[in-house]
Every structure is written in structure tokens, then in C-alpha cells.
């Protein structure tokens, strides 16, 4: 009867040993889930930032263009508005391409993919941004270059000062992103492997 009881125990604390491994199995899958969407949200959250402050400045410049129009070089007005708009419908892009992840119907290599994808359109667009800040800086100062003032000129510098900085900073939190969005999913691919081995 001893014996019995002992067996009746054993598998009791087996089932309850297996209730917790099912369940600790569970909490970790969770969190790395969680840990994957928190920075895919940061990445997600900051390109829709952008895309709202390009699609806003778009009305305020036309807003100033009206407002101040005679002391506005219509040059100004179209160079910053195309590059606006060029930025906004990038913007629309990356937005469209970062909305096809989804960690519950997608498996680890479709959300590496799209992760990939995003990498190398941000590598392209770093590289070149500074192309393009040359040009409009030329075609501005190319236009003041006979009225080019102190006060212009440096109002120029610090635009482009402005967009270089700010755009190093974008780029850099993006980057540790999109690091960190890697290093999630290999962590998941991982338990998902030890998962099916168990």
C-alpha cells in the first residue's frame, strides 16, 4: 500500500513538474514576444513620427509662402516643398513595408525579411541624405549667390547643420533598433529550436 502511494505521489509530482515546465515554456516564449514588438514599436513609432512632421511641414511652408511671399525667393518654396513631399511619400514606403510585420501570423524568416528589407532601405537613405543636402544647399546659395548675406548664409549653414545632426541621431537610435530587433528574433528562432528538440 506504501509502495502504491509512493508510485501515486511520483506521478503526481510529474504531472506537476511537467504543468510548470509547459508553463515556464509559455512565460518565456511571451516575453521574448513581447521584448520583439517593444522595439519594433520604437522603429514603427519613429518612422510614423516622421512621416507626420514631413506631411505638416508641407501646409506650414505653403502657410509662410503665403504669409511672407514677396520676402520668399519662390525658389525656396518649391525646392523645400519637393523635397517634402519626395520625404512624406518615402515616409508612406517604410511605413507600408514595417506594417507587414506581424509576430502572431508571420514565422521568424518573413519577420527577419522584413527587417532586412527596412536595414538596407535605411542604409540607402543615410547614404543618400548627404548627396541631397548638397544639392539644395548648391541650388540655394547658387540663387543668393549675389545676395548672399552673412545672415543667409548662415541661416543656410544651420539648416544643413540642423538635418545632418538631427539625421545622426535618427539614424543611430535606429540602427540599435534594428539591432536589437535582431538579436529578438535569434532568440526566439533559438527557443523555438530547443522547443521542438524537447
Known amino acids: 500500500m506504501e509502495l502504491e502511494d509512493l508510485k501515486q505521489h511520483w506521478q503526481l509530482l510529474n504531472k506537476r513538474l511537467e504543468a510548470t515546465e509547459v508553463l515556464n515554456q509559455k512565460l518565456i516564449q511571451q516575453m521574448l514576444v513581447e521584448r520583439t514588438n517593444t522595439t519594433f514599436n520604437k522603429i514603427y513609432k519613429t518612422e510614423m513620427k516622421g512621416l507626420i512632421l514631413a506631411i505638416s511641414l508641407i501646409p506650414i511652408n505653403c502657410l509662410i509662402y503665403a504669409v511672407a511671399y514677396s520676402y520668399t525667393p519662390v525658389i525656396w518654396f518649391i525646392t523645400l516643398n519637393t523635397f517634402l513631399l519626395l520625404t512624406s511619400i518615402w515616409q508612406i514606403i517604410k511605413v507600408s513595408l514595417l506594417k507587414q510585420f ?83 528574433l535569434n532568440d526566439l528562432e533559438d527557443f523555438y529550436k530547443e522547443k521542438k528538440k524537447n
Open 102 to 184: 506581424d509576430i502572431e501570423n508571420q514565422n521568424i524568416y518573413e519577420l527577419s525579411k522584413i527587417i532586412i528589407q527596412y536595414k538596407k532601405w535605411i542604409q540607402g537613405e543615410t547614404i543618400s541624405a548627404i548627396p541631397l543636402a548638397f544639392i539644395l544647399s548648391s541650388i540655394w546659395l547658387y540663387y543668393y549667390f549675389n545676395t548672399l548675406t552673412p545672415l543667409l548664409l548662415s541661416l543656410i549653414v544651420i539648416i544643413i547643420a540642423t538635418g545632418i545632426i538631427f539625421g545622426f541621431f535618427v539614424s543611430s537610435y535606429t540602427s540599435k533598433n534594428i539591432r536589437n530587433i535582431h538579436k529578438s
